[in-house]
């Protein structure tokens, strides 16, 4: 009798956000990263703020999904998601050329 393992569902590459952190470098023409800080320790603080109330630590899971709605939330209201470009045009004449040469070569043989 032969098992199978079931898979894991992967995430996709295009359902990831891509923040765009070049706004948080130390160019003066980004004033992000003072920005960024300020509103991610703010979120973290009002993240704290509940179970600080109810007298009860969390546990690792719970800890860990406020830090990363925190992170989450701060790169949202100061850097953005970058804009990507689907598709860049490598495909050019060169290449059509090459691939025309290659398929009469194939004929030929």
Excluded: H
């Excluded at 995430?11 to 920005?35: A, F, G, I, Q, T």
């Excluded at 603080?45 to 179970?51: A, I, M």
């Excluded at 790169?75 to 290449?95: G, K, R, S, V, Y």
Aim: net charge negative; aromatic share 6%.
């Amino acid at each position: 009798m032969r098992e199978s393992i079931t898979k894991l569902q992967k995430v996709s590459r295009m359902d990831r956000k891509k923040w765009d952190v070049e706004k948080l470098s130390n160019d003066p023409r980004y004033e992000n990263r003072k920005e960024y800080q300020q509103t991610l320790q703010t979120e973290l603080r009002r993240g704290n703020k509940g179970e600080e109330e109810e007298g009860e630590e969390l546990d690792v899971d719970e800890q860990w999904k406020k830090i990363e709605q925190g992170i989450t939330e701060a790169a949202e209201e100061t850097i953005q998601e970058q804009n990507l470009t689907t598709e860049e045009n490598w495909f050019d004449e060169e290449c059509a050329q090459i691939i025309e040469e290659k398929i009469e070569q194939d004929e030929k043989c």
